[in-house]
Nanobody, 123 residues
């Protein structure tokens, strides 16, 4: 069973950038697709991006496409979400999640989740 810990959230002005990290332990990291999800206050959790276990395939929600980039370093058991051109509507708690050998285009439930990291974008 894999455990996930996110970091890198914070307060940033609109137009700025942040890089989130997702550190994994307790599992075979390179067998898990990593998804990034976010939940804004009063809204349902939504899919943002995902990267396949090999790192060869990525998938993005339309709302973040072009502005966000997902990557991973299997040697470091870590995944990343680079967020550029941030907007106030990107304000949310961001979660990484893991699903074994999953198609990155799958945006449903993932079995393993981190605790989340807050991203706040001021206007």
């Amino acid at each position: 069973q894999v455990q996930l810990v996110e970091s890198g959230g914070g307060l940033v002005q609109a137009g700025g950038s942040l890089r989130l990290s997702c550190a994994a332990s307790g599992g075979t990291f390179d067998t898990y697709t990593i998804g990034w999800f976010r939940q804004a206050p009063g809204k349902e959790r939504e899919f943002a991006a995902a990267i396949s276990w090999s790192g060869g395939f990525t998938y993005y929600a339309d709302s973040v496409k072009v502005r966000f980039a997902v990557s991973r370093d299997n040697a470091k058991n870590s995944a990343y979400l680079q967020m550029n051109s941030l907007k106030p509507e990107d304000t949310a708690v961001y979660y990484c999640a893991a699903r074994r050998y999953s198609d990155p285009e799958y945006t449903g439930e993932y079995p393993y989740w981190g605790q989340g990291t807050q991203v706040t974008v001021s206007s």
